[in-house]
């Protein structure tokens, strides 16, 4: 969310107004995550959906339509979304199953708990 809030005090004085949006999402990327998984080649996604974040995210500030610019940052917001999506599931993948029980709960417990995340 701290992504979305940055932005929108350039776009929007409320930043309240996008995001259901933003929240709508993240639905999306976690579906398309679960089933293109096993199509995709793994580089090749994370590295498209980086890029894709990548340049919409500065590009929705120098777009002068806010139309477009909510567009363009909720379309970062989904690539962000999924390439987390993506990283999360394939670097756990590479650990054997006694790290990645450890590994999986301390994520969640870190996206759910405020004492773990960067962000405060």
Same mark, same amino acid.
């Given at each position: 969310?701290?992504? +979305?809030?940055?932005?929108?005090?350039?776009?929007?004085? &409320?930043?309240?107004?996008?995001?259901?949006? &933003?929240?709508?999402?993240?639905?999306?990327? %976690?579906? $398309?995550?679960?089933?293109?998984?096993?199509?995709?080649?793994?580089?090749?996604? *994370? $590295?498209?959906?980086?890029?894709?974040?990548?340049?919409?995210?500065? $590009?929705?500030?120098? *777009?002068?339509?806010?139309?477009?610019?909510? $567009?363009?940052?909720?379309? +970062?917001?989904?690539? %962000?979304?999924?390439?987390?999506?993506?990283?999360?599931?394939? %670097?756990?993948?590479?650990?054997? %199953?006694?790290?990645? &029980? +450890?590994?999986? +709960?301390? *994520?969640?417990?870190?996206?759910?708990?405020?004492?773990?995340?960067?962000?405060?």
């Amino acid at each position: 969310m701290g992504l +979305s809030y940055g932005i929108k005090s350039a776009i929007i004085p &409320n930043p309240k107004i996008p995001l259901p949006p &933003n929240i709508l999402s993240q639905l999306p990327a %976690t579906l $398309a995550t679960i089933f293109l998984r096993g199509k995709l080649r793994r580089k090749d996604t *994370v $590295a498209g959906l980086a890029l894709l974040s990548g340049i919409c995210c500065p $590009a929705s500030m120098f *777009v002068r339509w806010k139309g477009l610019q909510i $567009a363009l940052e909720i379309v +970062s917001f989904f690539s %962000t979304h999924a390439t987390f999506d993506f990283l999360s599931i394939y %670097t756990l993948e590479l650990f054997p %199953t006694c790290f990645r &029980n +450890s590994a999986v +709960s301390l *994520v969640r417990q870190g996206r759910c708990s405020p004492e773990f995340s960067a962000q405060r």
